[in-house]
């Protein structure tokens, strides 16, 4: 059975950097068929779509995202990792990772961070 | 990247018929057949319930059901019962210019 688990600070001060891995068990990440993907829920609201990662390092990300955030992948640990840079409240969110390239058929239970100082 | 239009609630009876639908565009429902639906729990994380348009995972009941007009995707949930009451989200692949998933609001179903 594949599982995910998010990993990383449950605070992070405004203006600094998050920085979140993501590690699979269960399967490989090496596998040809699936993207890898971080989303985000604020507190009460809904789903947004951060990015998704190949394993051979492609990215895609969310155009409003997209000039803080990076996204790479360690095949060797079988983890990929988000870092956001530039952390505002807003920010704030539980944040997931999940397998999937246009559907998202396996998730992690989600780390809450909390940006404040 | 505009997020999908969901009503923000519904509600029903057990045993009744509930029907959530999903507005975008023709860049993001309308242009693609990959339209997803999620079921969340509170405190839990989303769980896919459908898959391009109408395809069910597996372990996913046949209660629960989905398609597409246009720029509108629905998603329905057939006799009701007291463990469908969560969030249900859509969400669609959005890639006319790049790869773009997008999400809509979420709408908050109620078993009576």
């Known amino acids: 059975q594949l599982q995910l688990q998010e990993s990383g600070p449950g605070l992070v001060k405004p203006s600094e950097t998050l920085s979140l891995t993501c590690t699979v068990s269960?399967?490989?990440?090496?596998?040809?068929?699936?993207?890898w993907g971080w989303i985000r829920q604020p507190p009460g609201k809904g789903l947004e779509w951060i990015g998704s990662?190949?394993?051979?390092?492609?990215?895609y990300y969310n155009p409003s995202l997209k000039s803080r955030l990076t996204i790479s992948v360690d095949t060797s640990k079988n983890q990929f990792s988000l870092k956001l840079s530039s952390m505002t409240a807003a920010d704030t969110s539980v944040y997931y990772c999940?397998?999937?390239?246009?559907?998202?058929?396996?998730w992690g239970q989600g780390t809450l961070v909390t940006v404040s100082s | 990247q505009s997020a999908l239009t969901q009503p923000p609630s519904a509600s029903g009876s057990p045993g009744q018929s509930v029907t959530i639908s999903c507005t975008g565009t023709?860049?993001?429902?309308?242009?693609?057949?990959?339209v997803s639906w999620y079921q969340q729990h509170p405190g839990k994380a989303p769980k896919l319930i459908i898959y391009?348009?109408?395809e069910r995972p597996s372990g996913v009941p046949d209660r629960f059901s989905a398609s597409k007009s246009g720029n509108t995707a629905s998603l329905t949930v057939s006799g009701l019962q007291a463990e469908d009451e969560a969030d249900y989200y859509c969400?669609?692949?959005?890639?006319?210019?790049?790869?773009?998933?997008?999400f809509g609001g979420g709408t908050k179903l109620t078993v009576l």
């Open positions: 999940a397998r999937g390239t246009a559907a998202f058929d396996y």
């Open positions: 969400s669609s692949y959005a890639g006319t210019n790049n790869f773009d998933v997008v």
């Open positions: 023709s860049s993001d429902v309308g242009g693609y057949n990959y």
């Open positions: 990662i190949y394993y051979s390092g492609s990215t």
């Open positions: 269960g399967g490989s990440i090496s596998s040809s068929t699936y993207y």
């Open positions: 391009e348009v109408s």
